[in-house]
């Protein structure tokens, strides 16, 4: 298993999605809603591992299976949902910026995760900052241990998951995930 490694905000992360969407995006925009910058490097000045996490957004399940066959034909690797329902995760190819690629309908509660938790980070430096600090301090309390490093992140997201309307049994099926 590779160190947890947290960096601070590298404005460049926004030009590798960039590059990651152009080249995507003529793939998949038969189907695609849109292509979604998520995670932490989508939120100015937040501390992030180095990795780019994407998100293709489609309108129905029908759709997410739609994309398996043109995202293969451009080498990435269909790894399954990964135990997160409802979205589906793919291994890049070599040569391109380290990122994850998934693949979610927009009703899905993965995707609501995602870009409910982003838009909010957004929005709120302050709670952005509080963010960075703690992944900062789990990466240093757990460079060798992932599993406890995503445990330590997950009652303040779950805190933030409530601020943008995630209902209980939301939270609670987020949590069992991230156990």
């Known amino acids: 298993m590779s160190r947890v490694e947290v960096r601070a905000y590298d404005p460049g992360w926004p030009q590798q999605?960039?590059?990651?969407?152009?080249?995507?995006?003529?793939?998949v925009r038969h189907l695609a809603l849109?292509?979604?910058?998520?995670?932490s490097t989508a939120v100015p000045g937040l501390a992030a591992k180095p990795v780019i996490d994407a998100c293709i957004v489609v309108a129905s399940r029908d759709e997410v299976a739609a994309l398996i066959p043109a995202l293969t034909a451009m080498g990435y690797q269909h790894r399954g949902d990964l135990g997160i329902p409802d979205r589906e995760a793919f291994r890049a190819p070599d040569g391109l910026p380290r990122h994850h690629l998934y693949a979610s309908h927009r009703d899905s509660l993965s995707c609501r995760n995602q870009l409910g938790l982003r838009d909010l980070l957004r929005a709120d430096p302050a709670l952005a900052r509080a963010y960075g600090e703690?992944?900062?301090?789990?990466?240093?309390?757990?460079?060798?241990?992932?599993t406890r490093y995503?445990?330590?992140?997950?009652?303040?997201?779950?805190?933030a998951l409530q601020r943008v309307g995630l209902t209980d049994e939301e939270l609670a099926a987020i949590r069992a995930v991230n156990q």
């Not at 999605?17 to 793939?27: R, Y």
């Not at 703690?134 to 992932?146: I, N, P, T």
Request: proline share 2%; aromatic share 8%; charged share 20%.
């Open 17 to 27: 999605f960039a590059q990651l969407h152009a080249l995507i995006w003529p793939a």
């Open 34 to 39: 849109s292509i979604e910058h998520v995670g």
């Open 134 to 146: 703690l992944k900062q301090q789990l990466a240093r309390h757990h460079a060798d241990d992932m």
């Open 150 to 159: 995503v445990a330590g992140k997950t009652d303040f997201i779950l805190a």
